[in-house]
């Protein structure tokens, strides 16, 4: 990495470590007050006693010595004082290591709680673009490095830098002749310093982007171990996870060697000023230059040998710190992102019909919804949901530079029901996802009821829309609660319709604890379709207009497929729905079928119609094309 490249670096780490600073001392600013007086006191204690190795061997003991009938209670008193000053800094750094406990925890828990909730409010686009192991990683690996760092290396390095401080001043103030050698000592460990501890944080960095590499790669196979084990894929994956792993090895190994080099180094230099402040003060003293005494001497060479080893507690601590800066970094830049940007102003309420047939809003549920949508002139009118989806020359592709969508134009008048026939890739999805707001077009326009679905509030337009996709997506939880997830505030008895109405009740009672059965890791205990059922009463229970069937039925046999069928032909009786689908029977029933092509409109028309074209349909409906 060049020197630029490093700046940046350094310039990034220090921009993450004021801000981490921000969290400490701005939630817990009178903790940290107090944590930073008790580290202080420490301090002085410890220094204290070193420093009062001169003060009782010039002041009590050498005089007592050779005395015939010496008078020890001063001494006691001074040990008294001494052992005072010694139990207060320990009972202080009793205090700052609890506290630290609890700011270290309390912090974690802003950081999670944050990065959780802006999480929420990320686009799609976002999880598009990163895996689930990355940001997986996010929340263990780089939050863990960070509670090391707080509850370990923040108050081990106040502590050592405060102790640098006041040996520094009582140092000069023994002899500030021998205080220059360690100036110079100073300096050199400084550079050090400095010099090693670039070199391993540069690699530390890398070492998060390692990590969260190999946890993004090994969360993906996890998944994938039916597929692999299918196609004799494991052999290619080993190869692949070894390139990654070894790549992290790389990382961890030479920031670990730079970071390990200098606990040594520093060590030796500290011996070596040992070794040099002897012969100096030895000189100094033999000569009678600057009053250096024997207590003098004993207090110093003990500063001497402890004033090394702050430095090498910081030494040691430097990589805790940098793998937190280099995690705080990541988490950062993603609470960071920017959120969904949602400019809509138009809201879904409950509504009722008034005498004269006109719309006012009201709190209760009604079953009657309504567009409540504020003008510039400060009028207000309601528009009837009912599920009107019209599109307009509509263009849109995920990049500028690859247009998936062109000049689409459609519509779906409320009761309809339109279906999705192309080869994969041909924009099927993605015009499900436009409608939820997922991605905005680029040209063209989606109205909802007559309005412009960009000046409705994405809550409430992916409230008023049911979705039943292909891969089922359930919860930890009871079958009951994952099917509330339709409707928060739905009572029981309406989740219980909901699962009649999807067939789903079926096999719900014939589990051991109905309702109430938990189930975890996504249902695994659970069938294809029994999981897909569920999906379906989840759908039920939140009663949209609009629903969107995204291969529903793809991955399930034909048995399963006539049940979950049913549940889905009650469903979609009454409302607006948008099918994609691979089996073409699936469809029949279907007021239009919309034919796509590379992200184009080539075929539309009822069944009947498109088999009479003998066009593309017909082709794939006959089995002459297949769907890709």
């Not at 801000?19 to 204290?48: E, N, P």
């Amino acid at each position: 990495m060049n020197k630029k490249g490093n700046k940046r670096i350094n310039k990034q780490t220090l921009q993450t470590g004021r801000r981490l600073l921000r969290y400490v001392t701005g939630t817990y600013k009178a903790q940290f007050i107090a944590v930073f007086i008790c580290i202080l006191i420490s301090s002085v204690a410890s220094v204290s006693v070193s420093l009062s190795l001169k003060f009782l061997l010039d002041d009590f003991i050498v005089p007592l010595i050779g005395n015939t009938d010496p008078n020890f209670s001063e001494l006691y008193a001074a040990l008294a004082v001494l052992g005072t000053i010694f139990l207060a800094g320990v009972l202080a750094s009793f205090i700052y290591t609890r506290l630290m406990v609890k700011i270290g925890q309390g912090v974690l828990k802003r950081v999670r709680d944050e990065m959780f909730e802006h999480m929420q409010t990320l686009p799609i686009r976002y999880f598009d673009q990163n895996t689930n192991g990355s940001i997986m990683s996010l929340y263990t690996n780089d939050t863990d490095t960070l509670r090391q760092m707080i509850n370990q290396s923040i108050p081990q390095v106040l502590m050592s830098l405060l102790t640098i401080i006041v040996t520094f001043i009582s140092m000069l103030a023994l002899s500030p002749l021998l205080t220059i050698l360690a100036v110079v000592m100073i300096g050199v460990l400084l550079l050090v310093t400095k010099k090693i501890g670039g070199n391993s944080g540069k690699y530390f960095v890398r070492q998060q982007l390692d990590i969260a590499d190999v946890t993004g790669f090994v969360e993906e196979r996890m998944n994938g171990q039916r597929v692999i084990k299918i196609f004799n894929h494991e052999r290619v994956s080993e190869q692949e996870f070894d390139a990654l792993n070894d790549r992290l090895y790389e990382s961890a190994t030479k920031a670990n060697t730079f970071a390990n080099m200098m606990g040594p180094i520093i060590g030796n230099l500290g011996n070596l000023q040992f070794v040099l402040t002897a012969v100096l003060g030895g000189f100094l003293s033999v000569a009678n230059i600057g009053g250096i005494t024997l207590g003098v001497m004993a207090a110093y060479l003990q500063f001497t040998k402890s004033f090394t080893q702050p430095f090498m507690q910081v030494a040691q601590q430097f990589n805790s710190i940098v793998m937190a800066l280099a995690g705080a970094e990541r988490i950062f830049r993603m609470i960071d992102e920017k959120p969904e940007v949602d400019d809509g102003y138009v809201t879904l309420v409950n509504a009722k019909k008034k005498a004269d047939g006109s719309l006012e809003e009201c709190a209760e549920r009604t079953g009657l919804w309504a567009w409540k949508h504020p003008h510039q002139d400060g009028s207000v009118t309601y528009t009837e949901l009912k599920g009107d989806v019209q599109f307009y020359d509509m263009t849109f592709g995920y990049t500028d530079e690859k247009i998936i969508l062109h000049d689409i134009s459609l519509y779906a008048k409320p009761g309809q029901k339109l279906a999705f026939v192309g080869s994969t890739g041909a924009g099927k999805t993605t015009i499900t996802n436009l409608i939820n707001r997922f991605y905005d077009v680029q040209d063209g326009k989606i109205r909802y009821d007559g309005i412009n679905i960009n000046k409705i509030k994405k809550a409430d337009l992916r409230r008023s829309l049911g979705i039943v996709l292909q891969d089922t997506h359930l919860f930890t939880g009871t079958i009951m609660e994952n099917i509330r997830y339709g409707r928060i505030d739905a009572t029981d008895e309406e989740i219980h319709e909901a699962a009649r109405l999807s067939h789903a009740d079926q096999f719900i009672n014939m589990l051991p604890n109905g309702y109430q059965t938990m189930i975890s890791g996504d249902g695994e205990e659970l069938s294809q379709g029994q999981r897909q059922l569920l999906s379906i009463a989840r759908a039920a229970v939140a009663n949209p207009p609009v629903l969107i069937l995204d291969e529903a039925t793809s991955s399930i046999d034909t048995r399963t497929e006539r049940i979950v069928q049913k549940g889905m032909d009650n469903l979609m009786k009454g409302r607006t729905v948008f099918v994609i689908a691979h089996r073409l029977s699936t469809i029949r029933n279907s007021d239009a079928i919309i034919v796509l092509d590379h992200g184009r409109i080539i075929e539309r028309g009822s069944h009947e119609e498109l088999i009479v074209k003998k066009g593309t349909y017909y082709q794939l409906y006959t089995g002459k094309l297949e769907l890709s």
